[in-house]
């Protein structure tokens, strides 16, 4: 069992930063795909970034070059940073951990980018 929890959302005007953090319980932590699904009002949920067990990263399109992914194993946490805000990038952000079957989602954190 993994319990995540996000932290670091907030409001922020466009060409901000923020810097998501999501910690996880579990002494396994390492073997786990971790990443961000975001889901904006009336969207669908979207893949943002993930980064695998091996250290593997993917960025969407839609945030390439302006969102990063990274984790740290001995701290059981993985991290969003978030540059150039736009206000389109406002959603609910939430982290997941993956070793299939298994699948564990964080409860949530906004992300509000004003214009």
């Known amino acids: 069992q993994v319990q995540l929890v996000e932290s670091g959302g907030g409001l922020v005007q466009a060409g901000g930063s923020l810097r998501l953090s999501c910690a996880a319980s579990?002494?396994?932590?390492?073997?786990?795909?971790m990443g961000w699904y975001r889901q904006a009002l009336g969207k669908q949920r979207e893949l943002v970034a993930s980064?695998?067990?091996?250290?593997?990263?993917h960025i969407a399109d839609s945030v390439k070059g302006r969102f990063t992914i990274s984790r740290d194993n001995a701290k059981n946490t993985v991290d969003l940073q978030m540059n150039s805000l736009k206000p389109e990038d406002t959603a609910v952000y939430y982290c997941?951990?993956?070793?299939?079957?298994?699948?564990?989602w964080g409860q949530g954190t906004q992300v509000t980018v004003s214009s």
């Open positions: 997941y951990a993956r070793r299939p079957p298994s699948d564990y």
């Open positions: 980064i695998s067990s091996g250290g593997s990263t």
């Open positions: 579990g002494r396994v932590f390492s073997i786990y795909d």
